[in-house]
């Protein structure tokens, strides 16, 4: 009896942890689940992607009579995020924010996947109605090009003034699309597609001033998200420029640990940018070498950030060790994504070595410095010349 008593509070126990866990529940149904290549759908991946732009999977489902489920326990103050559904071939995939509720997916074809139909819970819903104005607007263009070549006739559309008009049309209705879009982001500003898509479709198009007030108009409850700190740094990003403000990036260390540049703000920051692989970043570091020994004693106003663009993390720690530059004072990232990490998309690194100066307060004072001038610099300001305020001036 007593332990019959006790396996029922157990239980009930275990019924009200997990009642507090909130759990992101997708179905999915394929209509036709053949392939590309013939084959048919068995299996279907939940992806996400991680700050430095790396897939993880999440889980694997079989695909049974086309219909497919994952069952995703979120963490305690866990963001909505947009996953993808992968296993479709030709790397296509299904997006759709991972949030608490049910998540109804339909896909007609599997050679299809980025049109299937994803509702159910408040962000899908809401990105779907987003989607719809870029729908709409293909629909018009297929409209107004078929009423004009029913008027016209095929041959007309393929002579100059033909592509001409094609081109208006276009025009047109991509302006009055990307005007609804714009208007849409600005009236869910609470939604976690709202950063999301103002980094993705609106910050490569618009003016910076623009989406500077768009960004203004995101909800404060969005201010920690992920998605608006990429904004934000997207847009640094986008105006970078000696005197701006540094973007901040994520620095997966050499001892393992990850840190952001903004941990480093109340010093001076010497951020490289090198290849283990790069000639030219070698002879770099024999100067840096020099540097170090300069800085090591003034730890508490500067530190050197090595960020290293290779995409082979043990043949980037083999070099950092057999250069012997694993020193205090100088720390050294890699997040193996190589050159399209994260990092040098932020400062818009396209060849290395490449070195940016940043002052205390997290502004930039250079963005291509060479090596051999940085000792001077640093002599400077620690002299008390503080050289780039005159400079700036």
């Known amino acids: 009896m007593q332990h019959r008593i006790l396996s029922t509070i157990i239980a009930a126990a275990f019924c009200m942890v997990a009642g507090a866990q909130e759990t992101c529940t997708i179905n999915g149904n394929i209509a036709d689940t053949r392939m590309a290549d013939g084959t048919k759908v068995k299996k279907v991946t ?113 002579t100059a003034d033909g592509k001409s008009e094609l081109k208006r049309i276009k025009a047109k209705e991509a302006i009055n699309a990307k005007a609804q879009m714009v208007r849409f982001l600005i009236d869910h500003n609470a939604s976690p597609m709202t950063p999301l898509e103002v980094e993705r479709t609106m910050l490569p198009v618009l003016s910076a001033a623009y989406v500077e007030q768009m960004t203004k108009a995101i909800a404060v409850s969005l201010h920690e998200h992920p998605y608006y700190y990429s904004l934000h740094n997207a847009m640094l990003s986008s105006t970078l420029k000696a005197n701006g403000e540094a973007p901040d990036i994520t620095l997966p260390l050499y001892g393992g640990e990850v840190k952001h540049l903004t941990d480093y703000r109340g010093k001076h920051v010497i951020l490289n940018f090198w290849s283990s692989t790069c000639d030219k970043s070698a002879a770099m570091m024999t100067t840096m070498k020099s540097v ?37 004072g100088w720390l050294h990232a890699c997040d193996g994504a190589g050159t399209l990490s994260p990092a040098a998309k932020r400062y818009k690194v396209e060849n ?31 002299s008390g010349d503080l050289y780039y305020l005159n400079e700036e001036k």
Do not use: C
């Open 46 to 158: 939940l992806m996400r992607t991680d700050e430095f732009g790396h897939s993880v999977e999440v889980a694997t489902a079989k695909v049974k009579r086309g219909s497919y489920t994952f069952e995703h326990t979120l963490a305690k103050d866990e963001p909505t995020m947009q996953y993808n559904i992968t296993g479709f071939g030709e790397g296509k995939s299904i997006s759709l924010f991972v949030e608490a509720g049910v998540v109804n997916i339909h896909t007609d074809q599997a050679t299809l996947p980025e049109q299937s139909t994803v509702l159910g819970t408040a962000t899908n819903d809401t990105y779907a109605e987003y989607q719809a104005i870029r729908a709409a607007e293909q629909r018009r263009v297929d409209e107004e090009v078929a009423t004009l070549q029913a008027a016209k006739g095929a041959a007309w559309l393929e």
């Open 292 to 328: 170090h020994e300069v800085v090591k004693k003034h730890a508490d106003q500067f530190v050197i950030i090595s960020v290293a663009l290779d995409s082979d993390i043990n043949a980037w720690r083999q070099a950092v060790g057999s250069q012997g530059i694993a020193l205090d």
């Open 352 to 382: 290395t070595p490449k070195i940016v100066f940043i002052e205390p307060e997290g502004h930039v004072v250079s963005l291509d410095m060479e090596a051999d001038e940085i000792v001077m610099r640093i002599e400077q300001i620690l």
